[in-house]
Nanobody
Framework: QVQLVESGGGLVQAGGSLRLSCAASGNIFSINSMGWYRQAPGKQRELVAQITNRGSTNYADSVKGRFTISRDNAKSTVYLQMNSLKPEDTAVYYC??????????????WGQGTQVTVSS
């Protein structure tokens, strides 16, 4: 079993910063990729950023230049540094991981989500 635990969400003013963390634990053999998604009220869930096992990254156009995804392999943790936050960044942010367990089964796992609210 694998669990993803998120932290770091909260309320900030426009122009401020937050750092989200997502720690994976359980029967992990390897992590192929991890990423962050978000869903605002009335909108579909969208990819924000992802990072592969080789360290390559991908960002949504709306966050390029403002958000940075990174990882700590020793801690099986992925981070999302969010700078210059805008009210339109307000959403529930979900951590996702494509993880191979010690039984060599690869699955996609989701965190419970953390609320990010940016006030104008």
């Amino acid at each position: 079993q694998v669990q993803l635990v998120e932290s770091g969400g909260g309320l900030v003013q426009a122009g401020g910063s937050l750092r989200l963390s997502c720690a994976a634990s359980g029967n992990i053999f390897s992590i192929n990729s991890m990423g962050w998604y978000r869903q605002a009220p009335g909108k579909q869930r969208e990819l924000v950023a992802q990072i592969t096992n080789r360290g390559s990254t991908n960002y949504a156009d709306s966050v390029k230049g403002r958000f940075t995804i990174s990882r700590d392999n020793a801690k099986s943790t992925v981070y999302l540094q969010m700078n210059s936050l805008k009210p339109e960044d307000t959403a529930v942010y979900y951590c996702n991981g494509r993880i191979r367990t010690t039984s060599f089964i690869e699955n996609s796992y989701w965190g419970q989500g953390t609320q990010v609210t940016v006030s104008s």
